[in-house]
């Protein structure tokens, strides 16, 4: 028994290094690469320890544009974005799981339905709009969108019908209203999922591209991924520059993950309230 | 102690209730979404060139040609072989990311020492950008000097041309966006596992079952709703795969890997053909809402909620 | 309680805005000035000081107009002029590529740029901006492509070097001997892509369109010519590597890697290959065949049609492509060169070595050819090297890759 439960324990960790290593290599070499002088980067075979390493990309990143402002604005814009989406979408999902009304089913199946455009070509009707609602170069372009994310209100809608419509009418009996079941008994209970959506919608935000490009025209309102694209040239990609850009523009995300992992041990707690 | 009367019928009670709960995404849904996509849905009538200002008094009287984009589109031959390399992709794509995805979930949910550092670890390809993803793995698959294929030579196995042959192009693109997603997705299928009563396993091992006999017949089972979630979701996004595309093989070899999104955005913004995309685009709605709409149905067979 | 605290907020909000807007409306009423907007992506990547410097340098000769720059990176710089253009919000004054170009002016996008002085602006870049006779914008960069060789591998093959009156035949021989010193050691690197293509094509004498653009003439036999030359040299000769003999690594790195003989490229590559090679290189003019004839690339810069400062647009990029300051800081900067024809201004940009025959990027100002500028233009573009590409891996024949283009060139674009 003891062997056996041993065994599994070394093919659980074999598996998971391999895994990881492959999970880690591409990361490995941004690093190497965001070290490396521009001549230094495209060597065959790959040179995964840089012969002279410098930091001066990262003295590029750092002093090219104002860094801070730009970090400051991609960080209001993520914050506000995600707290939206979860806020919106955690309301919706309720109302379409655990408040029965008419139109139920064909609202969830429209939701659903508008993420199967490709967002390639409602880009310029999008443009029009915002620009009627007089909202270019506002914030407000680029964040007001998370109102509404059907990708995130599906999501909590599978999580919530999970949820035993006998603890929400416990809740009721004791004589909660409809919004404190909402925020005292069914919130908690998807904290997992909230917390998984909540590391990919701000991800989403702090990574978008385009649209805070076409809607932010003003300097003073860049975000980071648009003020590292301009760092790279079109015939001569600095991919020294690229890859700092890319590796420093992780560690919020990162950080933010890690905090979340929190959030995962209480899902198991909220789980084994449900017995 | 006031008691609420319980409201479980379908009726106006309800819609009361539940607005408040939907208002704010409805308005979101109907500014940012509904709004453009029905101006795409006009858009597609036209042969408006996406340059002319479309605000513009008259602009769809003068622009307007019916349904010519759509039978232009559906008699050509381009569709149906971009249908059919898009096609390729999620055939191989699909079961691959979840198999992959499940065994990151099934391994993120031991309880081992340092399942922390592999729960970072395994997310880090989601967080690279594609722009650096595509980067690397287009060097780790160069035929010649490529990282991939000196692991299968130490094996005696003669590395494809990868990128650079059409055969083997859409199977590269496919590993790659396995790789990306499968953190992602498992990351999904984890926040539904963690999610299971642990008490159904404490019974299980009462009984004696092994960790896989667990897996199968407790897991499996109980996150299928996170697992029909993944499947939509996943579907969704393969058919409109972009982004590794337009910067690993732009299309290429030889139009292999020309895929419907490619396409969309090819016509639309580099070929200034905006009612041909957006006419491209529904017919690809119409083909995703199809395949999700059989899910659906199927999801009845499969799928347990409420434990 | 809560409901005064966000109350007092938002009156605070309100009064900041306010206080705002009065601001604005008091800078708008001084009536000479004019503030305009102007949107690049040549600049991205490393000159966006440049262009400030020269900004700076306008703004003193031009104290009442002020440019606001937009850089944007290239990748989606034409996705977001599109999307603006459309929307009907875009800058005053912007840049655009070849490609982009003629689309947009035929839309009625551009303004014609008229009562400006652009005598000092060469002829052939000029040129590649007007649609049906009109100037819709002017050159703001320029840069052309030189022939660029190893003269180690030179050296140790006992070949001659490059000379501006070489031919496509003197360029075989020169490449066949340099292959032979190793496996992995190829002579020349011209992929069979478009704008390889249709530059070759006019060094045998063919073109893409007729005289007047109301025709394609892609499988002319002039041009079969031209793309077998070119295919051969992968599939026969071998003298240039395949895609698969690449291995995915860039062409410059092949280049740079020492293993290249010789590799037709723009003048961009000078800092990077001073940086990056270890070996001596030198360019000379592009080989020809029947006549010479030698790319050059330019970015135009173009007015808004709805622009409500079109003079000050006009005033501030014809400075910015024609000035003898703006192309004394581009030249300084080593950023492309000016579209200019002052020799005495670009007297300067000869000094710096290597290549020490830099006078080459002159020599070849003589040999320009036009790019085939049509609305269609990147429609064009990718069906062409889509079936080159398919030629050049040898699944079907130059014949009738050429004849494929044709077909569906002539059926996909309406020349009009």
């Given at each position: ?275 | ?98 198999v992959m995805s499940l065994m990151v979930a099934f391994l993120l949910s031991r309880e081992h020492r340092g399942v922390l550092v592999f729960r970072v670890i395994y997310y880090l390809p989601v967080l690279t950008s594609w722009v650096a993803a595509s980067l690397i793995w287009t060097t780790m698959l160069s035929p010649q000097y490529g990282a991939v294929n000196n692991i299968l030579s130490l094996f005696g196995i003669k590395g494809p041309g990868w990128l650079l042959d059409p055969k083997w192009a859409m199977p590269a693109i496919v590993l790659v966006s396995i790789w990306k997603d499968m953190g992602f997705f498992g990351l999904i299928l984890l926040s539904g596992m963690v999610d299971i009563n642990k008490s159904y396993y404490e019974a299980a091992s009462l009984d004696g079952a092994g960790a896989w006999t667990k897996f199968m017949r407790i897991t499996l089972p109980l996150m299928t709703p996170a697992i ?15 982004p590794q595309i337009m910067i690993m093989t732009d299309g290429g070899p030889y139009g292999a890997t020309q895929v419907m999104v490619e396409r969309i955005y090819k016509y639309g913004f580099r070929y200034f053909r905006m009612g041909y995309a957006a006419a491209f685009s529904w017919i690809l709605f119409v083909i995703i809402m199809t395949c999700t709409a059989i899910q659906m149905k199927a999801q009845k067979r499969w799928v347990h909620y409420d434990s | 309680m809560r409901k005064t605290r966000l109350f007092s907020l938002l009156a605070v909000v309100l009064a900041v805005a306010m206080l705002g807007s009065v601001c604005a409306f008091a800078a708008g009423e001084d009536a000479e000035e004019v503030t305009i907007t102007y949107a690049n992506f040549n600049a991205s990547g490393g000159n966006e000081e440049t262009l400030q410097k020269m900004y700076e340098a306008f703004h003193e000769e031009y104290p009442n ?352």
């Amino acid at each position: 028994m003891i062997l056996k439960k041993k065994l599994s324990s070394t093919g659980y960790y074999v598996v998971s290094a391999v895994i990881a290593v492959i999970s880690m290599i591409p990361f490995l070499w941004m690093i190497s690469t965001s070290l490396k002088t521009q001549g230094a980067v495209m060597t065959i075979p790959i040179q995964w320890i840089p012969e002279e390493p410098t930091l001066q990309a990262y003295v590029d990143v750092f002093t090219t544009f104002s860094f801070a402002r730009t970090v400051g604005n991609s960080l209001f814009i993520a914050v506000a974005y995600t707290g939206i989406t979860l806020l919106s979408s955690s309301m919706a999902a309720f109302a379409f799981t655990k408040i029965h009304f008419r139109g139920n089913d064909p609202l969830l199946k429209v939701y659903l339905a508008t993420m199967m455009i490709p967002t390639q070509v409602t880009m310029i009707p999008l443009f029009v709009v915002m620009n009627r609602l007089g909202l270019i170069n506002s914030y407000s372009s680029v964040i007001m969108p998370s109102l509404f994310r059907p990708f995130a209100v599906f999501m909590l809608v599978q999580q919530m019908r999970t949820i035993p419509q006998d603890f929400l009418d416990a809740a009721r009996i004791d004589g909660a209203n409809t919004f404190q079941v909402f925020r005292n008994v069914a919130l908690p209970m998807c904290k997992p999922t909230l917390a998984t959506l909540m590391v990919t919608t701000f991800m989403e935000s702090w990574n978008d591209y385009l649209w805070p490009l076409l809607m932010l025209t003003d300097r003073s309102k860049m975000t980071l991924p648009i003020a590292l694209a301009t760092l790279t040239g079109q015939y001569n990609p600095q991919y020294a520059l690229l890859m700092a850009g890319s590796l420093i523009s992780m560690i919020p995300i990162i950080i933010i993950y890690i905090l979340a992992q929190r959030s995962f041990q209480y899902g198991m707690m909220a789980g084994g309230i449900k017995g | 102690m006031k008691r609420r009367k319980r409201n479980d019928g379908p009726g106006r009670d309800g819609l009361l209730r539940a607005s408040p709960f939907l208002l704010p995404s409805l308005i979101g849904l109907m500014i940012f979404s509904l709004l453009p996509l029905l101006i795409s849905v006009g858009i597609s009538l036209t042969d408006w060139n996406g340059l002319d200002s479309i605000g513009a008094p008259g602009f769809f009287r003068e622009h307007f040609i019916g349904l010519d984009n759509y039978r232009t589109i559906l008699t050509g031959g381009e569709f149906w072989q971009v249908l059919k390399n898009t096609g390729t992709y999620i055939v191989l794509y699909i079961p691959g990311m979840l198999v992959m995805s499940l065994m990151v979930a099934f391994l993120l949910s031991r309880e081992h020492r340092g399942v922390l550092v592999f729960r970072v670890i395994y997310y880090l390809p989601v967080l690279t950008s594609w722009v650096a993803a595509s980067l690397i793995w287009t060097t780790m698959l160069s035929p010649q000097y490529g990282a991939v294929n000196n692991i299968l030579s130490l094996f005696g196995i003669k590395g494809p041309g990868w990128l650079l042959d059409p055969k083997w192009a859409m199977p590269a693109i496919v590993l790659v966006s396995i790789w990306k997603d499968m953190g992602f997705f498992g990351l999904i299928l984890l926040s539904g596992m963690v999610d299971i009563n642990k008490s159904y396993y404490e019974a299980a091992s009462l009984d004696g079952a092994g960790a896989w006999t667990k897996f199968m017949r407790i897991t499996l089972p109980l996150m299928t709703p996170a697992i029909f979630y993944v499947l939509i979701v996943s579907l969704i996004n393969a058919f409109q795969l972009f982004p590794q595309i337009m910067i690993m093989t732009d299309g290429g070899p030889y139009g292999a890997t020309q895929v419907m999104v490619e396409r969309i955005y090819k016509y639309g913004f580099r070929y200034f053909r905006m009612g041909y995309a957006a006419a491209f685009s529904w017919i690809l709605f119409v083909i995703i809402m199809t395949c999700t709409a059989i899910q659906m149905k199927a999801q009845k067979r499969w799928v347990h909620y409420d434990s | 309680m809560r409901k005064t605290r966000l109350f007092s907020l938002l009156a605070v909000v309100l009064a900041v805005a306010m206080l705002g807007s009065v601001c604005a409306f008091a800078a708008g009423e001084d009536a000479e000035e004019v503030t305009i907007t102007y949107a690049n992506f040549n600049a991205s990547g490393g000159n966006e000081e440049t262009l400030q410097k020269m900004y700076e340098a306008f703004h003193e000769e031009y104290p009442n107009i002020t440019v606001e720059i937009e850089t944007i990176a290239s990748a989606d710089y034409f996705t977001t002029m599109q999307t603006r253009v459309a929307g009907g919000t875009a800058p005053d004054c912007y840049e655009l590529n070849i490609e982009n170009f003629a689309a947009y002016a035929n839309n009625g996008a551009l303004e014609e740029i008229t009562g400006v002085d652009l005598s000092g602006l060469d002829d052939t870049a000029l040129s590649a901006f007007t649609v049906d006779g009109k100037q819709y914008g002017l050159p703001g960069n320029f840069s052309n492509v030189l022939l660029f060789y190893n003269k180690d591998l030179f050296d140790q093959a006992g070949v001659d070097y490059p000379t501006a009156d070489w031919t496509q035949d003197d360029l075989q021989a020169a490449a066949e001997a340099i292959r032979a010193l190793g496996d992995d050691i190829f002579g020349y690197y011209q992929p069979l892509t478009y704008n390889e293509f249709y530059k070759v094509a006019a060094q045998f004498g063919g073109s893409l369109l007729n005289e007047d653009k109301t025709e394609f003439t892609i499988n002319a036999p002039e041009n079969v010519a031209a793309a077998q030359m070119m295919a051969d040299r992968v599939l026969v000769s071998n003298v240039q590597p395949t895609d698969v003999q690449m291995g995915g690594i860039g062409d410059w790195d092949l280049f740079m890697s020492g293993r290249l003989g010789m590799i037709p490229t723009g003048i961009w590559a000078f800092n990077t290959f001073t940086e990056g090679c270890d070996f001596d290189w030198d360019v000379a003019v592009e080989p020809g065949q029947v006549q010479k004839a030698t790319h050059f690339f330019s970015n135009a810069c173009v007015i808004n049609a709805k622009s409500e400062h079109k003079d000050a647009a006009a005033t501030w990029i014809t400075w910015l492509t024609s000035s003898p300051k703006s192309a004394e800081i581009r030249i300084e900067a080593g950023w492309d060169l000016p579209a200019i024809k002052d020799q005495d201004t670009l007297a300067g940009y000869l000094d710096i070595t290597p290549p020490a025959n830099r006078e080459a990027v002159f020599d070849s100002l003589n040999y320009l050819v036009v790019p085939p500028v049509i609305e269609d233009y990147s429609m064009m573009s990718d069906l062409i090297g889509e079936s080159l590409s398919a030629a050049a891996s040898g699944t079907i024949t130059v014949q009738e890759a050429l004849d494929q283009a044709q077909s569906q060139c002539e059926s996909a674009i309406n020349l009009g």
